[in-house]
């Protein structure tokens, strides 16, 4: 059997980490097991769907690197086929219409609520004849709902076991608005038989949805799919997932300067964990070690400074080369050659936590600084001795010559002229190059100026003090 799975995001909002998550388990199954990965658009809600958020669900998946094998599949084009099962299903008997107006509906809920019921569909329509039907039909509004067996039904789910579902308290339920409007439940259904899914995996707010579904499978001789439900996502406080708990579009967090690599790992530890204590883990390595039989049940506790965490590590890994086309120089115009900002990018990332960190925190390369004397003072030392230092450095600057002017030439002058005190030398040289009290090594910081700018900002530095 060829495994067969399919993320089906319905376009009514920007993929988030859940969605992103749902996608990459379903990939990383396909991939694993030689399989087929389906990208299917559930875009049936015609007041909630939005071309908008199709192409941004599309743009992130790419982006992310998760790619799909068929699709994307629009059900929008495919309401023929819909109507044509519900059709079969009404013919059955299986369907019927319905016209309780909501006003209805909702009195017969209340009705209920009071006699300590829980509310269902009571089955006013269920039995209604052909020739009514027909009548009101032309005339009224309706909905089409499936009947449901009066009993308690046992599903499986591939890693909570049986499952019961007491159809009696769910009552028939609506499968389509209109013969051409088809609800979720029945779409999905008809869509998963008809393009061969073996496999549902999809999160845990849709395991009720289930049993309705098997009934469906079940009314047209279908063979239902194994149905996975991933566990839910919820915030440090335990509740649901929402924008508080720091989550957002992936969208927004590539705007933020995050690394796909970052957020696929991330997502891949909410609800699974690779072989031993291993928390970094690569697509290609996920793939390797991804076994449905090892994904969590319990909820998983969404922790956004992990994120963080890894986003640092996949940019230490990234070469300058690979970043450089990542960043946005717009506002940092400047004459360096290739080499130097290599060397930039290289200086930048390591304090970075995103790609947006990295070039303000190199900014003083690019545009004028300035500072007070008393940030050149090292610890007690008197402004005259960092004066003289300062003048020292200089002088030995000056006797380089400037194709040796490298980091290791000048950490070398540095060392020795400052011994045992290299706060006295380090420090001043680091905030006449950077105006900052943190920076790359001020050594780093003047291969990057080169001689002349280095020694124009050490005289910069002299006439402050
Ligand atoms: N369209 C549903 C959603 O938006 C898909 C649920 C499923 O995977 O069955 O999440």
């Known amino acids: 059997m ?10 009514t909002g920007y993929l988030h980490l859940g969605g992103a998550r749902t996608a990459l388990f379903n990939y990383l199954f396909a991939k694993a097991e030689n399989g087929v990965f389906i990208l299917r658009i559930e875009d049936t809600d015609k007041e909630r769907s939005r071309r908008e958020f199709e192409e941004d669900i599309i743009d992130s998946l790419n982006w992310l690197g998760l790619f799909w094998d068929e699709g994307p599949i629009r059900q929008s084009e495919r309401i023929d086929l819909y109507e044509k099962i519900i059709k079969e299903l009404i013919d059955k008997d299986l369907a019927y219409y319905c016209f309780c107006s909501k006003e209805e509906l909702e009195l017969r809920k209340q009705e209920q609520l009071t006699r300590g019921e829980v509310p269902r569909y009571s089955g006013t329509c269920r039995n209604l004849d ?18 449901v067996p009066e009993k308690i039904i046992t599903f499986k789910d591939f890693l909570r076991g049986e499952i019961k579902f007491d159809f009696r308290q769910s009552g028939d339920f609506v499968i389509a608005k209109k013969e051409k409007e088809p609800l979720y439940v029945l779409a999905n259904t008809v869509d998963d038989h008809y393009q ?13 949805t289930t049993p309705k579904q098997l009934l469906i499978y079940q009314y047209l001789d279908w063979q239902p799919p194994i149905f996975v439900h991933l566990p839910l996502v919820l915030g440090q406080d335990r509740s649901k997932l929402s924008k508080r708990h720091g989550a957002k579009s992936i969208n927004e967090y590539r705007q933020e300067g995050y690394l796909p690599e970052a957020i696929l790992n991330f997502v891949a530890l909410l609800g699974w964990h690779p072989a031993g204590d291993r928390e970094i883990i690569s697509l290609e390595e996920m793939i390797k070690e991804f076994k449905l039989e090892k994904l969590n049940k319990s909820p998983t506790i969404f922790n956004i400074s992990k994120l963080n965490y890894f986003n640092r590590h996949y940019l230490k890994t990234k070469k300058p080369e690979e970043l450089i086309d990542l960043l946005d120089f717009s506002t940092y115009i400047n004459n360096y050659s290739y080499e130097k900002i290599l060397k930039i990018i290289e200086l930048g990332k390591e304090r970075a936590t995103t790609l947006n960190d990295i070039l303000p925190s190199v900014e003083f390369f690019f545009k004028d600084f300035d500072y007070s004397a008393e940030m050149l003072i090292w610890k007690n030392t008197s402004r005259e001795k960092i004066k003289n230092n300062l003048e020292e450095i200089k002088k030995e600057f000056a006797k380089i010559k400037e194709e040796d002017f490298r980091a290791e030439k000048i950490k070398e002058i ?16 680091r905030v006449a190059l950077s105006g900052k009290e943190a920076s790359p090594p001020p050594f780093d910081l003047a291969e990057v100026f080169g001689k002349e700018k280095t020694i124009d900002l050490i005289n910069k530095a002299i006439e402050k003090l």
């Open 414 to 429: 540095l060392d020795r002229l400052s011994g045992n005190n290299k706060g006295e030398y380090f420090w001043p040289l």
């Open 130 to 147: 052909k020739q009514t039907v027909l009548k009101r039909k032309e005339k009224e509004n309706y909905v089409i709902r499936l009947k």
């Open 2 to 11: 060829v495994v067969r799975v399919r993320f089906a995001p319905s376009p």
């Open 196 to 208: 061969g899914i073996t496999h549902v995996i999809r999160g845990e707010e849709f395991i009720l």
